[in-house]
């Protein structure tokens, strides 16, 4: 005879299963509408930026269609040391490029330059823009990688003033892998959504991290003649 | 009740154990990081390797290496490019990795691209031995980076077999320090998703 006990243990998962099965598959989009987001109706932004993801510059144009009067402007990260010593384009070079492509002048977008391009510091740009002079009543549209929308969200409340954030919605990009209807049918959605709620858990349980060394091999000649700290160690 | 009651107890003991490990992190963190890192004492090999991945350090390393006369012959991957480039005139890895290598030191003569593109570490491997079985040579150094010299070390001496000996040449991580890998999302995702990755490998075979 089974027991009381062991007979719930047993219907409670046929019950939950049963639960999800009669909802249909509205709650299989769930985890993918949780790292997406799109500012309300109301919103009209006065001015727009991305903080990357394929092809973002995109979204900002077809803003820029609905809004005319948007401004756009492009944030820059420093140059990495490959860029320096001229074997890749510069972080200028790049935007400016992405920028025409789009069908943007790159001339006209004021730029913002970031020291640093880790973790909270393009929102803490982006909110020091937000709360300099002439720039106060603007309202920011930042477009983003799913991927990144709850590590920036949890960001935006940890580092931005709350009258500066009320300024601010977030656009997610669409990826044709991350839809609700087809996210858990492929590979790269599992990976995108599991990604998002693990930054975003990250963030909240332990803020943006520790900023990664600057890896910088150039010598004085500007050649990157890099050496080990202790080559004692390593020389046979 | 009494049931609810039991499995509200281990419940709260679980997250009591996640607690104290968690908080404790700096006494067995770094050694689960530096586990990852093999540095095998360099010694003179016939190629130098550089895996694909990371194209801003791991060919600087290995100009090093070259320097320091460890090898005459650099080898390096060609990993597939899985999208369009956004930005044509900007260079792919395989593209940019004989670049910074002649620009670190090496000859343009002795750098060799490991023939056909590969995608991860297992075709890498194989690519490795059809080059070895080709052009023969008996000890290679790799050079990779620090957090994945020990599962790229295991699988490269498992698909090359008796052809060659590997011998790992760990570069420094730019994204994060394997002995502090809790510290950034980035090392906490790249160390977690590694100890899977070997689990799968030792698994799997």
Known sequence: MIGRQWLIRLLLPVLVLALLLLA???????????????PEAAFQ???????????????????????PSLKVLALEPPNRWTQE??????????????????????QNIPRILLEKEYGWHPLLALGTWLESPGNETEKLLVVLDPTRLDYF???????????????????????????????????????????????????????????????????????????????????? | MRLLTGNFWIFLIGIAVIMVICRNIGWWGPSLGQWLVVQDKPTPCD??????????????VAGWAYREGLSKKVLYSQPSD???????????????????????????SDIVPLPGEVDGTLGEGERLADFLRASGGKSVLVVTTNWHTRRAGWILQKKIGNLARIHMLPA??????PA??????????MVLAEYLKIIWYKVRG
């Open chain 1, 153 to 236: 969200q949890v960001g935006a409340s940890a580092v931005l003033s709350l009258p500066t954030r009320a300024r601010l919605r977030f656009d997610t990009l669409d990826h044709p892998d991350l839809g609700p209807g087809n996210w858990w049918r492929n590979r790269s959605g599992w990976k995108d959504v599991a990604t998002g709620w693990f930054l975003g858990s990250y963030a909240l349980l332990a803020g943006e991290g520790e900023a990664p060394n600057r890896f910088n091999p150039l010598d004085e000649n500007g050649r990157p003649y890099w050496q080990p700290a202790n080559p004692l160690e390593w020389v046979p």
């Open chain 1, 45 to 67: 932004p006065s001015a727009a930026v991305t903080l990357g993801g394929y092809q973002s510059e995109s979204r900002l144009k077809e803003w820029q269609n609905r809004f």
């Open chain 2, 180 to 189: 502090q890998w809790w510290k950034s999302p980035g090392g906490l995702e």
């Open chain 1, 24 to 38: 249909g598959k509205s709650w299989l989009s769930l985890p993918a509408r949780s790292i997406q987001v799109h």
């Open chain 2, 82 to 108: 899985r999208f369009e480039p956004e930005v044509p005139f900007d260079p792919t890895e395989r593209e940019l990795i004989p670049l910074i290598l002649q620009k670190a030191g090496v000859a343009p």
């Open chain 2, 172 to 177: 420094p991580s730019p994204g994060f320090d």
């Open chain 2, 47 to 60: 190629y130098l390797l550089v895996l694909g991945g990371d194209a801003e350090v791991r060919p600087v």
């Open chain 1, 85 to 106: 010593a001229g074997l890749r384009p510069t972080m200028r070079g790049i935007t400016d490029y992405l920028l025409q492509k789009r069908g943007f002048q790159p």
